[in-house]
């Protein structure tokens, strides 16, 4: 079973729709969950990051993260073109360790 | 806002030759890291680095790679004898040493290796 897993899509979805992205995960240490963001051949950009269970909202953007089923989400709403990238989910067990990444969901927002 | 930067952007180099992939990471950062991205692939720890000592290393990182922290603001990779499969886009993250600890790690760019 692998760490983390994450659909790889490919998602397209029309303007102005609500998308969900989802990341399930194995290793129960894990206390730190994040979004990220990475255009093609871009670094990877911070988007969500939150500790332990809950929610976390920061613009249009939440983040869910319910550690008894290790399942994380992030919503995007009223989702914009500039949105189309692929989204990847990390995590830690903490203590400035590494994170260990899924495999990315590429995400299409059409006009 | 600080950001972290990597240079080169691209690197191509043919199989057996040195090369060093240099990070500068955020200025307040204390914990760095290396992760690489083989294309279409997920992106892969590789090192860790805290205090001039590599803190953690993956079954990747093994005799051929190195990492330095030769002056107060560089952070380097180095590949002693490059691989084909070495040819992925390489990546820099720091992390800024708080209390309460914080695990946001901040990318750079990255620098594409291409091995030939």
């Known amino acids: 079973q692998k760490e983390v897993e994450q659909d790889p899509g490919p998602l397209s979805v029309p303007e102005g729709a609500i998308v969900s992205l989802n990341c399930t995960y194995s290793n129960s240490a894990f206390q730190y969950f994040m979004w990220y963001r990475q255009y093609s051949r871009k670094g990877p950009e911070l988007l969500m990051y939150?500790?332990?269970?809950g929610n976390k909202e920061d613009g249009r953007f939440t983040a869910q993260v319910d550690k008894s089923s290790k399942y994380i989400s992030l919503f995007i709403r009223d989702s914009q073109p500039s949105d189309s990238a692929t989204y990847l989910c990390?995590?830690?067990?903490?203590?400035?360790?590494?994170?260990?990444f899924g495999a990315g969901t590429r995400l299409a927002v059409h006009p | 806002e600080p950001e972290v930067t990597q240079t080169p952007s691209h690197q191509v180099t043919q199989m057996g030759q040195e090369v060093i992939l240099r990070c500068v990471p955020i200025s307040n950062h204390l914990y760095f890291y290396w992760y690489r991205q083989i294309l279409g692939q997920k992106v892969e720890f590789l090192v860790s680095f805290y205090n001039n000592e590599i803190s953690e290393k993956s079954e990747i990182f093994d005799d051929q790679f190195s990492v330095e922290r030769p002056d107060g603001s560089n952070f380097t990779l180095k590949i002693r004898s490059t691989k084909l499969e070495d040819s992925a886009m390489y990546f820099c993250?720091?992390?800024?040493?708080?209390?309460?600890?914080?695990?946001?790690?901040?990318f750079g760019p990255g620098t594409r290796l291409t091995v030939t």
């Open positions: 990390a995590m830690s067990d903490g203590g400035y360790n590494k994170l260990i």
């Open positions: 939150t500790y332990s269970s």
């Open positions: 993250a720091s992390i800024p040493v708080t209390t309460p600890p914080s695990e946001e790690q901040y």
